[in-house]
């Protein structure tokens, strides 16, 4: 194939997946619901009780509910994340995905395309939320809002590659949705996202030290530093070696040799 046969295949996979999200608006909503509930109803009532310290990136002590914006907006890219690969199980289920993965392109060209046009569908969402966050009196960095652009784009592809890897290892839909609360809440729960690492290790240096090795907490730190026009290299680092581990991972889940179409196949031969 030519560059311009792949430029086309990599529109097309952003059209499918630009023009699905249009049809789901609830999809959209619900991307919203609940890091606004977080931030309107729990931030609200922490607020008097909780305060960040003077730490990296900031300059001056903030309230609760600023400290945790980074955190609610992560928490979108993790349920958009989910919910793509949700599409990839049901792709499976009704057999559309059989002919994208017949199509002349590669595997990895495939699920790479897909995992871009999830992220880019992501910046829309957060953009919203960010907005409603400053008429609700959340004042950002005016930079902070472009300088967050790289961290959020590395942050969501990591995440949706997550979210295919753990695609991959799903057979049924209606398995799908518990499997997500063994992986969503506990990411997010044990993580930088509500309150700062500092504080959870003088509660509990075992939870301190979960947290630690969450992929989630660098995502999120890496969005709270760009936010403030900072740069972290520790957390983009660790954001980015786990977008390689989750990302080859999900190549060699669905690859047709040894990963998903091989069991699928297996499983059809089993019947």
């Not at 008097?48 to 903030?62: A, D, H, N, R």
Request: aromatic share 14%; hydrophobic share 55%; charged share 10%.
């Amino acid at each position: 194939m030519t560059g311009a046969g792949w430029f086309r295949c990599f529109i097309g996979i952003c059209w499918r997946e630009g023009l699905r999200f249009i049809q789901q608006r609830s999809r959209f909503i619900s991307a919203l619901v609940r890091p606004l509930i977080w931030l309107f109803v729990f931030a609200a009532g922490f607020r008097s009780v909780l305060g960040v310290s003077i730490v990296p990136p900031y300059e001056t002590y903030i309230l609760y509910d600023e400290y945790i914006i980074p955190g609610l907006i992560a928490m979108i890219q993790l349920f958009n994340g989910m919910q793509s690969s949700l599409s990839m199980v049901y792709d499976r289920e009704v057999g559309s995905m059989r002919v994208l993965l017949t199509s002349p392109v590669p595997r990895w060209f495939l699920l790479v395309s897909k995992l871009i046009a999830g992220t880019l569908l992501s910046l829309p969402q957060i953009y919203v939320f960010l907005l409603i966050a400053w008429l609700y009196g959340i004042e950002l960095p005016p930079i902070g809002y472009i300088t967050v652009i790289p961290a959020l784009i590395l942050s969501g592809l990591m995440l949706g590659a997550l979210g295919l890897l753990l695609s991959s290892m799903i057979r049924q839909l209606e398995n799908f949705a518990g499997v997500m609360n063994f992986v969503i809440f506990p990411m997010f729960f044990a993580s930088s996202a509500l309150y700062p690492l500092w504080k959870v290790e003088e509660a509990s240096p075992l939870l301190h030290d979960i947290c630690a090795y969450n992929p989630f907490t660098y995502a999120v730190e890496s969005i709270r530093f760009m936010l403030y026009v900072k740069f972290d290299p520790f957390s983009a680092g660790m954001v980015a070696a786990f977008l390689l581990v989750f990302l080859g991972g999900a190549i060699a889940a669905y690859d047709p040799a040894k990963g998903l179409i091989a069991r699928v196949r297996t499983g059809g031969a089993g019947a």
